[in-house]
């Protein structure tokens, strides 16, 4: 029995990884014919080992495990804060949108250049949000409602 990665650090490291292993995909979690997986997909294979059937067949199951985990809820977290933008706030609640923004991060091209980041863009930043997990005690605290 494989047991499953706990340390933050340690799955944005295999998350990274994976990526680079099997590429980036920027619309769905998994695209079955290039096998290439999305940030989070990888994230959740990093943590847990496996990729469920949720990920190429129900966006809303994948996504109920992916906010249910809470290793991966860290890992989504830490690329978030990492990123050169602030994640969207949902002022009803008072929870910042780190999956939405990572999301939006990785297929909207940017104002600026018009154009999209490359996977290995991708790549440095959760190099990025690894070595800030790693090395800092806590992740930037979310924004608050006012």
């Known amino acids: ?10 799955v944005l490291s295999v998350a990274g990884q ?3 292993y099997f590429s980036l995909e920027r619309t769905t979690l998994i695209n079955d014919t290039r096998e290439a997986l999305s940030i ?3 994230l959740y294979r990093a943590t847990t080992g496996n990729t469920p059937r949720s990920f190429t067949r129900d966006q809303a199951a994948a996504d109920l495990l992916i906010e249910t985990n809470e290793t991966v809820r ?7 804060a990492v990123l050169p933008t602030d994640a969207p706030h949902d002022p009803a609640t008072g929870i910042d949108d780190h999956l939405e923004h990572i999301r939006t991060w990785v297929s909207t091209p940017d104002f600026f250049t018009g154009r999209i980041p ?24 979310q924004r608050t409602a006012a």
């Open 1 to 10: 029995m494989k047991l499953p990665r706990t340390s933050t650090g340690t």
């Open 18 to 20: 994976l990526l680079n």
């Open 40 to 42: 989070e997909a990888a």
């Open 74 to 80: 860290d890992a989504l977290r830490w690329i978030s």
């Open 118 to 141: 490359e996977v290995d863009e991708v790549l440095r930043v959760i190099a990025r949000a690894q070595q800030a997990a790693e090395s800092l005690t806590t992740c930037p605290a």
